[in-house]
């Protein structure tokens, strides 16, 4: 039955329902997301904070559009969604070699909304034949529009994919695919095509940002500062998606990196956010260094971190602790008792006298305090904790290493 065979109630219901929709509360939105995120072979995606905020952006493009369409004119066919939320989206899984996980996104979003779609509908009317009048003529159009959306995004794939397949960052991007694999790529043609040598101590850092329209601007500039604040002379540069960059540097000899505070001169955006591995050398460093990098970048995502820089060599007993969200959560309730609700000053205090192996004097000296105010917090904080510092020690510092990495 098309829009204009419905009863004038039943396109009233509608529209009422779809105005409801159009401003659904933050926790419908959130269901959907985890939904979305949790569809098989989403993985990558939900691990990775730029291609996560490009799904959610989505999401909510998608519900937009279907329900502001509905509200204009109720029942009658909604158009494929290719707005710029859905293409960036679009652009940056092709980019990543996982277009095809936007279909399964796609029908865990029809999945969760079609839910929220029917307690909206109860809660509209009592009527049985008008709620499976409007859930049948509902139900159609969300297929339909779900349907003409994924044959459009596929066209757009196929377009992005041509495009993506020349050029010089296409070629990088294959290329350092194959090398992150283990593929037998000889070294010298490697070389030869990035216009980089493995030969050397290699650094990896991931530069990103999670905004809608990153400047691409500002992340050459904090790739650029990056390089020098690891005091490196050479960069290789690759466009991995619209609002992240891959990069290696290197340098000579096998020289440990540079402490993460010399890399603090990235330029004054803060939505952009770096991700630092550890330096290694030869091809095999080439790989490790990045994927170390990647692995202190999923952790922020998981965490919900708000801290703009890591590095792995900060990060990687903390990564593995929050391996499973909720046992960390646990592990930090249980070790740190009332000192995890304390004066956030209270927690830095031990933190870093932890992190200055129980020395008072260096501990006053990190945090620009009189050593007497050191000792008044580690006093507190003894009275907080479920435990005595020195008998759990180790526990302490790394419970409050995941507070302080949560941001």
């Not at 204009?72 to 066919?77: F, H, I, L, S, T």
């Not at 709620?131 to 044959?151: K, V």
């Not at 050398?281 to 922020?300: I, K, Y």
Request: a negative charge; charged letters at 20%; aromatic letters at 4%.
């Amino acid at each position: 039955m098309s829009s204009s065979q419905l009863p004038p109630r039943i396109l009233d219901l509608f529209g009422r329902g779809a105005q409801i929709a159009l401003n659904a509360p933050a926790e419908w939105l959130d269901e959907l997301d985890r939904a979305t995120l949790a569809a098989p072979h989403m993985q990558p995606i939900a691990e990775d904070p730029v291609l996560r905020e490009s799904t959610r952006r989505a999401n909510r493009s998608n519900l937009e559009h279907w329900a502001a369409a509905n509200v204009r004119a109720p029942g009658a066919p909604v158009s494929p969604n290719l707005g710029p939320e859905m293409l960036d989206a679009t652009r940056d899984l092709v980019r990543r070699g996982l277009s095809e996980a936007g279909v399964y996104a796609f029908r865990a979003g029809q999945n969760t909304t079609w839910l929220r779609w029917m307690e909206i509908v109860f809660s509209l009317t009592a009527d049985v034949g008008d709620i499976h009048e409007l859930l049948d003529a509902s139900s159609r159009s969300i297929s339909q529009f779900i349907d003409a959306t994924i044959e459009a995004v596929s066209e757009q794939i196929q377009l992005e994919r041509h495009e993506l397949t020349s050029g010089t960052h296409a070629e990088r991007r294959e290329l350092i695919a194959l090398l992150m694999d283990g593929a037998p790529v000889p070294r010298e043609r490697a070389e030869s095509r990035l216009g980089y040598r493995f030969n050397q101590a290699h650094t990896a850092a991931v530069i990103w940002s999670e905004e809608p329209n990153p400047d691409p601007g500002a992340l050459e500039a904090a790739a650029e500062a990056v390089m020098r604040g690891l005091g490196a002379r050479q960069r290789l540069t690759v466009i991995a998606s619209a609002g992240t960059v891959w990069m290696w540097t290197a340098a000579p000899g096998t020289a440990k990196p540079p402490p993460a505070h010399t890399l603090a001169a990235i330029p004054a955006h803060p939505e952009i956010r770096v991700a630092v591995g550890t330096q290694r050398p030869g091809l095999d460093g080439f790989r490790r260094s990045h994927l170390e990098a990647v692995a202190s970048q999923r952790m922020l995502a998981r965490l919900g971190s708000t801290q703009r820089l890591a590095t792995f060599s900060e990060v990687q007993l903390v990564a593995l602790a929050t391996a499973d969200p909720d046992q960390a959560e646990e592990f930090v309730q249980c070790t740190l008792g009332d000192l995890a609700r304390a004066d956030p000053e209270i927690r830095a205090t031990v933190r870093a006298y932890l992190h200055k192996q129980s020395n008072i004097v260096q501990a006053a000296s990190a945090l620009h305090a009189h050593r007497n105010t050191v000792l008044r917090r580690l006093t507190r904080a003894e009275q907080l904790l479920p435990r005595p510092l020195s008998d759990s020690a180790v526990q302490v510092a790394v419970a409050l290493d995941i507070l302080y990495w949560r941001g």
